[in-house]
């Protein structure tokens, strides 16, 4: 069996057009593979374990937070988010509509040409992908960034078409990379389960009282 976190299981590809990236999505069509494009420039990565481990955590963490906090949202997942006049396209290991929810509400299919893109976008970066995603989500025009770097949780936030590494979240101000980090960091020593129950209470004795001021 290949290991999936090796380099061999990362692939890029040139002086792709437009029609060739959208025709290379169809084919892939549901598979475990993510597809970034720039501008001509493609990559592909077959998606590991540990990889989407810690996406469906960190997702289940944003929804154990806004369902405690009681913020509506409308979960994305791997979305697919491209602009042909801008010439890139990528999909999130996970995103939430947060500010925006209400406006793509009971959509069955997202258009960034005329909707908003995610408020909230969450990466994990085990292997080091080549391509710059940052680029594209600014171009996209995301707003915040939760990159979990082997270890490191990060937040970046769009500022000025640039993103800028902050502790403090922008759609939850009250969280900061290191309260979330320690729970992250807490499902290599125990189940998901434990993890989220440990966090809901967190929430509950930490941040309610700022989530029914706000």
């Given at each position: 069996?290949?290991?999936l976190?090796?380099?061999?299981q990362?692939f890029t590809?040139?002086d792709?057009s437009?029609e060739?990236?959208?025709t290379?999505?169809?084919?892939?069509?549901?598979?475990?593979v993510?597809?970034t494009?720039?501008?001509?420039?493609?990559?592909?990565?077959?998606?590991?374990?540990?990889?989407?481990?810690?996406?469906?955590?960190?997702a289940?963490?944003?929804?154990?937070l806004?369902?405690?906090?009681?913020?509506?949202?409308?979960?994305a997942?791997?979305?697919?988010?491209?602009r042909?006049?801008?010439?890139?396209?990528?999909?999130?290991?996970?995103?939430?509509?947060?500010q925006?929810?209400?406006?793509?509400?009971?959509?069955k299919?997202?258009?960034?040409?005329t909707?908003?893109?995610?408020?909230?976008?969450?990466?994990?970066?085990?292997?080091?992908?080549?391509?710059?995603?940052?680029e594209?989500y600014?171009?996209?025009?995301?707003?915040?960034?939760?990159?979990?770097?082997?270890?490191?949780?990060?937040?970046w936030?769009?500022?000025?078409?640039?993103?800028q590494?902050?502790?403090?979240?922008?759609n939850?101000?009250?969280?900061?990379?290191?309260?979330?980090?320690?729970?992250?960091?807490?499902?290599?020593?125990?189940?998901q389960?434990?993890?989220?129950?440990?966090?809901?209470t967190?929430?509950q004795?930490?941040?309610?009282?700022?989530?029914?001021?706000?």
């Open positions: 069996m290949p290991d976190l090796t380099p061999e990362q590809l040139t792709i437009w060739g990236y959208e290379i999505l169809n084919l892939l069509n549901d598979r475990p993510r597809v494009y720039n501008r001509g420039f493609l990559e592909l990565m077959i998606l590991s374990y540990a990889h989407e481990r810690y996406k469906k955590l960190i289940r963490l944003v929804e154990t806004t369902e405690e906090l009681n913020i509506p949202i409308e979960a997942g791997s979305t697919t988010f491209k042909k006049v801008l010439e890139r396209g990528l999909e999130p290991d996970e995103c939430f509509y947060i925006n929810q209400a406006k793509i509400r009971g959509k299919a997202i258009d960034l040409n909707d908003p893109p995610p408020d909230l976008v969450i990466e994990i970066d085990i292997t080091n992908s080549v391509s710059d995603r940052l594209i600014a171009a996209l025009g995301v707003p915040e960034i939760w990159r979990w770097d082997n270890g490191t949780l990060q937040f936030i769009l500022q000025q078409q640039q993103y590494q902050v502790t403090q979240s922008l939850f101000p009250q969280l900061s990379t290191a309260d979330l980090g320690t729970f992250i960091t807490l499902s290599d020593q125990t189940d389960t434990t993890v989220i129950r440990q966090f809901r967190w929430v004795n930490n941040l309610m009282a700022g989530g029914e001021e706000s």
